[in-house]
Every structure is written in C-alpha cells, then in structure tokens.
C-alpha cells in the first residue's frame, strides 16, 4: 500500500496539471471504443460487432461518465474517479483476454477494444494525478421545498427497485448451470459458450462494484442511506414490494426462483447467526448443526417415505417445533459451555457441529437407533401443502402470468427472512440488544452494571438456534432432502463468511453477504476446479480493503476506521496507571 | 441498622492473603474514604463486596441481607461500583453507557422488544429520560451522542459513575476515583461525590489523594497488608501514628526500640 502512495504522488507531481485533459481524454477515448466493435468474429455474446454498446461494452461506457467529475470540484471525486477508472481498466482488459482466448488469439479482438484500452489506461493516469481531496463528502439533503418529500420517497423506491434490477439482471445473465439447467453442475467440460456467458457476468459484477464504489465516495451512497432511514417504512414497503414481485420477472424459469429460494435460506440462517456473533459476540463455528436439527425434524415428521417415523404433521406445527427443538439444543450446548470466552467457545462449538454431522450418518440403525438413514439422509419429502388444499409444488398462474412451483417456496423464504429481520431489528435496538453488545464490549464491566451475562449469552445462542432451525426445516422441503453432508463444517464457515463480510451486526450485511456468497460460486462455474480458489482470494481482497464488511454497523466502522478501536482505547490514567491495591 | 456489614472477610490466593478478617459497616447515607498503601487489598476487598471475587471466609450483609455472590445480582441488591481502570463499554456512546446501566430496573424481554408494545416503548423512553437527567447530573448533559472511548479522561471517570448511578444503587463503590485527574476534575470530582450523598446514596471510595479523602470523608478506614488497622473520624485517622508509620515506615529509634521489645519477649 505505501509503494502504491509514492508511486500515486510521483504521478502528481509530474503530471499534476494535466490531470483533467489526460483524464478527460482518456474518457473520451474509452467512450469512443465502446461504439467500435470489440470482436471480429461472431459467436461471443454480449453484443460485441455491432455499434450499439452492450455487455461488457455498455458498462465501461457507464464507467467513463464518472469523467464528469474531472470537470467539477466535488468532495471525494478523486478517490470516486480512481475506482471507477481502475474498474473499467480491468473491465477492458479482462474482456479483451477473454475475447482473445475465445477467438484464438489477440489477433481476433477488435479494434474497439485496443482504442477503450488505450482510453482506459489514460482515464487511470488522469485520476491518479488528481490531488488528493481535501474533505470526505459530506451527506447532502434536497432543498426544503414543497416536492421534497414526494421526492425523497421517489428516490427510496427507486433504490429498493435498483437493488431488484441489479439481482434481476445478474441471474438473468445466462450462465452454463443456468443454460443447461441443474446438472451441468455434476461436471463436463466447458464449451466457448459458457465461458464467454460467464464473462458477460464478472463484467456485470465488477460493474456493479465500480458503479457502488463511485456512487459511495462521492458521497451518494450514503445520502441515499440516510434518506432510507428518514423514510424507513417506505423503504420496508418498497424493498418487500420488489422481493415479492421478483418471480413475476423471471418468465417462468424455475431455476433462478430456487437459487433465489435457497439465498433467503442462507440469508435467514446468516442473519440468525449474526445476533449470536456480531450482537453478542460469541463466535459459533458449528452453527450449521441448529441448521440441521431444524431441517431432519421436518424431514422426520414430513411423511416422506423414507423416514421412520410414519407421520405427517402440518407445516405450521412443523416449523414451530423444529424451531423450538433447535432453541433446545442451543440452551444444552450453551448452558455447559458459556463460560468460555472467545476462542475456546469457537473450539467446542466447532466440535458439536461435527458431534452432530457423524451422529446423523451413524444413526441408521446398524451401530445405533434407526432415525436418519444414516448417510443417505432422508429423501423424497413431500412438497409442503396448506390446509386448503394448496400444495407448493404445483405451478399457479397469477395476473395472467405462469409461475413456476418454486416461486411458492421463493415467496415463503421471503416471509422467513422478513420475519427474521423484524426479529433481529427489533432485539438489536432494545434492551436485551444493548446488553449483548455490553456483553461484547467488556463481559466483565456488563456483569457489575447488573446484566447476568451467562442468562443473555445463552439466550442469544438459543435465539440463533431457534432461527438457523426454523431456517432449516423449511429448506428441508425445498431441497427435498436432509442428509449428514449438507452440514459439513464449511457450510458453517460460509454463513459465517457471510455475516463478516456483510458486516457485522447489521441485516442488510447479513442479506448481502448471503446473495454474494450463494451467487458467487453459482454463477462461477466456469472456473470448476478453480472456483474455491477464486472465491478464497475474493474474500480475503474484499476483508483486506474493507475489513468492517460491505453494511458495517456504525459500530463496527468506528472499530475499524477511527483511531484507537477497541476496549484498549479507553484512555489510561496517566503516571500511576498500573497501581494496583 | 447499617447499610453495609461486612464481617471478618478474608480472601486467599493460594498461600497469599491479601484480606485478613476485615470487618467493615456503612451507615446509610455517609461517606466512607478506605486508604492504604499499594498492595493493601482494598480492590479485593472491593471485588468480594461485589461478587467479582469470592471470599474465601466471612460474611457480607446489605440492608440486613447477605449479598448474593454474583456481580449483576450484587448490583440488583443496590450495590454499584466502578473500576480502577475506567471498564466503560468503549464504542457505545455516552448515553447508550448509561441506558445499560437500567439493565436490572427494566423487565422488557424478548417478547416485548419484538412485539414492540407500548409498555416496552414507555420504559424505553423512560431509560432514555433518566439517562439524560444521570447524564446531565455529573456535568457533562452535552455529550450524549458521543462514544465513551472518545470522551476526555475526566469525562471517562464521570460517565462511568454516571452509569453506576443509572441502576439506582444505595451503595456506591468508587475505585479510586480521582486517578490521573488534575487538581480542577479532583474538585469536581469531589463535588460530584457530595451530590451523589445529596441523593442519600452512601459511598464507600479507595483512594490515594489524602487531601481529596479527609476533606470528604465522613468516616476513614485504613487497611494494611490485608487488614485492617484503623477506622475512624478523618482528624483521628491522620494523627494516628501507626498509619503515619504503615505509609512513611517508622523512625530508626522506634524501630531499635521495637526490637528490642521482641527480644524480651520472646524467651
């Protein structure tokens, strides 16, 4: 990071006053070779022949309009106009790569993409040699007219229906499991059409990321958040209004409607993770077991042919139950092993999660009771049904149009996670929130400030559990099994993946973190082998620059950005600090 | 009958024995100023009062009840305390600190906090209220939004006072209350102590600033290595020569004389 500042000052003081016109032409250039066709062959997608921008095309062309910033003075424009340019940078060439190795050689690409390189590399310069900004920006309000408040509200539902249009677009982008369906995911080689399919959507991620990244350093990001907060029930109503209406924008397709299903089950579970780490601070390695215990329940008491109890509950019950059996087992783990602190909890907690997986493989009857079927799990659970008749596994047409059956258990997860949320914004802000975060900050001045520390640990751990076992009994019946292997120690480490780096303590982070660590890996096929590679080197770039997480709690930011985090910080008393009576 | 009665508290670690059979009363409503050299025992003795250490002999009543041996049921009981190195909650803000501090004199659980019913928004806004008003009596009613790891070291020490305050203790124990504080904040400090007794709150405090302690102390005691040699008015306290020796050591002449008081004896 410091060779990065002596080379960035470097430029500036040789190119310090032609930073707007190299910059500026950069853009331009960029601009221009985004109308230029980018391949000279057809067959890679993503519109890359003809002259009207799309794909990868269309992004940078977005990216350079930031170059308007190089005309006005806006606090944080450099830092705004450094990232984005960097982005497109790495748009241009990664897309040239890929067209290239598509096309057999660099030969193949067209002369587009040489102009928006050569664009692209000046754009970057020309940021560089911007100096630095004098002052964060600062979070701007509208005038106070008469619109205003018509328009704040506008602005709130719009960002709810950007954050749909971004998730929309992203799945919607064909990828090779989305292209051949659910079993391409078993193997087999890779043809031309997935990858350049799969490089149409890290273009799209990377452009999202630059596009948030602008947008925030100069300071819209968090004007937009604070306005979400001013109208937080328009924003609730609005953000409910897009999940619900999201099937309707899937024309049918049931695959995406079951990935989007199962990241509400990730993101329920993450969320319920998140009182127990980021509220309470107790950091629970084998969380996956409440999971499971929630999800074998419902398997057990399905119907399904396969399991040996023979009887079928309704599913209101069933998820009751599975809640409050996986709350169980979260008071008889915890009650034990509360005591310790940090990571001594994380070793035992590590244990019971694998106390639980070998348990369910072994329960099959020949070296124990007969209850799980060992490690071929319990299959063929029946889709849910309401009491009226209505089964979730049947196709419906609403409004004229025709949803697939997924969209019933999509629709459920959203009821989930809203209720999770509500739950967690709700313990967050009271009192038994503020004692847990008491609890994190110094257990023992929480003690003499008269919270009984052990009873709210264990109450956040029981809660957690009570969340990860409604979570789990639901997706039982979405994935239509449970089976020992779905509760390995990893799928424990990716929800907690998920909540650090969502951010910890916050829902949105939670959500967050849940979409881009399911989609990640979904949409990132193309790398087979490679894929955990990639993911592992993502997230440690991602905690390297942005170690709160993408939606850190104010918390949590000021641990990490604001001199002195941490219990230490509390200032010593000078001279005899360590006198003790 | 006193608000506080400790008898004959001992404490080990392992063969150490930092208090020695020390008994202790508080009287409602008054100032208690426990002094000694470093190393006396008095922060132990203060952690067996409160439930952070268990005594390994003796008793501990509050208003004629033995103190429970937990620190949040200490507290429950009316028995508050802050610490020798200030335990704030460091990146909560000023007010959040204090709000916690009605942890125990509020009942919401976790029904009510999800259900949000208008009990639950009554007693959040009184938590608030008081902690305003707690906020605003040791001084600093500006601060509120601040975080507690970014107030000025004075702010510190009266913040977590103020939060002692917020679970409406009749018994404050302050641990050295004036440590690092220049002569304007040990004032101030002493000020703030006098309020605190204005409220009927007695409090017991360690500390080393002998001027602070006599001219604010309704009652001395002084304890050294582990028990307790004096107690008594703060005139009496300060002319007492075995203190004078116990924190300035004793004079060559006395010391001859003592010895050879052993020597005869002993046979």
């Known amino acids: ?581 | 009958m006193n608000l506080l009665e400790a008898t004959a508290v001992t404490k080990k670690f392992g063969g150490l024995t930092a208090v020695r059979d020390v008994d202790l009363s508080v009287s409602e409503g008054e100032v208690l100023g426990l002094i000694g050299p470093n190393g006396a025992g008095k922060t132990t003795f203060f952690n067996c009062l409160t439930g952070l250490e268990t005594p390994t002999a003796g008793t501990v009543m509050y208003r004629g009840k033995a103190l429970p041996r937990r620190p949040d049921l200490v507290t429950k009981a009316g028995v508050a305390r802050t610490f020798q190195n200030i335990r704030l909650f460091p990146n909560m803000t000023a007010l959040e600190n204090v709000v916690v501090g009605r942890h125990t004199r509020t009942k919401a659980g976790v029904l009510a906090a999800v259900g949000h019913g208008p009990r639950y928004h009554r007693e959040e806004r009184e938590s608030e209220e008081k902690a305003r008003e707690l906020l605003a009596f040791v001084g600093m009613p500006k601060v509120g939004n601040e975080l507690a790891k970014s107030l000025p070291y004075g702010d510190q020490r009266r913040l977590e006072i103020a939060r002692a305050l917020a679970t409406e203790p009749g018994l404050l124990l302050l641990d050295e209350p004036t440590a690092g504080m220049n002569p304007n904040e040990t004032a101030a400090a002493a000020e703030l102590v006098r309020a605190v007794q204005g409220q009927g709150i007695a409090v017991v405090l360690i500390e080393h600033d002998m001027r602070f302690v006599f001219g604010l102390c309704d009652r001395v005691a002084v304890l050294v290595q582990g028990a307790k040699l004096v107690e008594g008015t703060p005139k009496d306290v300060q002319s007492d020569e075995r203190v004078i020796a116990a924190y300035l050591g004793k004079a060559p002449e006395d010391l001859k004389a003592e010895k050879a008081a052993e020597k005869e004896s002993s046979p």
């Not at chain 1, 806006?74 to 290239?100: D, H, N, Q, Y």
């Not at chain 1, 002052?135 to 709810?160: F, H, K, Q, S």
């Not at chain 1, 998730?167 to 499991?177: D, K, Q």
């Not at chain 1, 080689?189 to 602008?214: H, K, P, R, W, Y």
Request: some cysteine; hydrophobic content about 55%.
């Open chain 1, 1 to 581: 990071m410091i060779y990065l500042e002596i080379a960035r000052s470097r430029v500036r003081s040789k190119l310090g006053p032609f930073a707007l016109p190299i910059g500026l032409l950069g853009a331009l250039l960029l601009a221009i070779g985004c109308f230029l066709p980018w391949s000279t062959y057809a067959g890679f997608p993503g519109k890359m022949l003809n002259s009207t921008p799309g794909g990868a095309r269309l992004y940078v062309l977005l990216l350079s309009l930031f170059a308007v910033l190089f005309l006005v003075d806006w606090p944080g424009r450099s830092k705004a106009l450094r990232g984005t340019s960097l982005f497109a940078l790495i748009i241009t060439v990664l897309t040239m790569l890929f067209v290239g190795y598509a096309g057999g050689g660099l030969v193949n690409c067209g002369i587009g993409v040489f102009v928006a390189l050569v664009g692209a590399l000046l754009y970057v310069v020309g940021a560089q040699a911007l100096p630095e900004d004098s002052a964060p920006a600062p979070i701007r309000n509208l005038p106070d007219r008469g619109w205003r408040t018509l328009v704040e509200t506008l602005l709130v539902v719009g960002a709810a229906v950007s954050a749909l249009l971004v998730f929309v677009i992203g799945l919607g982008i064909p990828t090779a499991s989305v292209a051949e369906g659910p079993d391409r995911r078993l193997g087999g080689a890779i043809s031309l059409n997935d990858l350049t399919n799969e490089s149409q959507f890290l273009c799209f991620l990377l452009f999202v990321c630059a596009a948030m990244l602008g947008l925030s350093r100069i300071g819209l990001v968090a004007s937009l958040g604070a306005l979400t907060k001013k109208h937080s029930r328009v924003m609730v109503a609005a953000a409910l209004m897009s999940a619900v209406v999201f099937p309707f924008t899937q024309g049918g397709d049931g695959y995406s409607l079951r990935i989007a299903a199962s990241i509400g089950v990730f993101a329920a579970a993450a969320i319920g993770l998140n009182i127990v780490v980021g509220l309470a601070g107790l950091l629970d390695l084998g969380y996956i077991a409440f999971f499971g215990v929630g999800a074998y329940f419902a398997a057990l008491v399905s119907g399904s042919v396969t399991s040996v109890l023979d009887v079928d509950l309704p599913f209101a019950l069933t998820i009751v139950l599975a809640a409050a059996i996986s709350g169980i087992f979260g008071i008889l783990l915890g009650a034990p092993t509360l005591r310790l602190r940090g990571d001594y909890l994380a070793i035992v907690t590590l244990g019971f999660g694998e106390i639980f997986r070998i348990t369910v493989n072994n329960l099959d009857g020949s070296a124990g009771p007969s209850l799980t079927n060992g490690p071929n799990g319990i299959s063929n659970i029946p889709d849910l049904a309401l009491p009226g008749g209505f089964s979730f596994g049947d196709n419906h047409t609403l409004f004229g149009v025709d949803l697939p059956f997924q969209a019933n258990y999509y629709w459920l997860e959203v009821i989930l996670v809203a209720v999770v949320m509500t739950a967690f914004l709700r313990l967050a802000e009271s009192r038994i929130g503020r004692a847990w975060v008491a609890i994190r900050e110094d257990e023992l001045a929480a003690a003499a400030t008269g919270i009984n520390t052990t009873r709210l640990k264990l109450l956040a751990f029981a809660l957690g559990a009570t969340l990860a076992g409604a979570a789990g009994s639901i997706n039982a019946h979405v994935v239509k099994v449970a089976a020992p292997d779905s509760f390995t120690f990893l799928e424990s480490a990716l929800l907690l993946a998920a909540v650090i780096l969502g951010g910890m303590g916050t829902v949105q982070g939670a959500l967050l973190g849940a979409t881009v660590l399911y989609l990640l890996p979904e949409k990132l096929r193309f790398l087979q082998d490679l894929r955990l590679l990639v993911f592992g080197i993502v997230l440690v770039l991602i905690m390297r620059l942005r170690p709160e997480g993408l939606v850190p709690s104010k918390r949590r930011q000021r641990e990490f950005r604001e001199p002195g985090g941490g219990a230490d910080a509390l200032a010593a008393p000078p001279g005899r600090a360590e006198v003790s009576t």
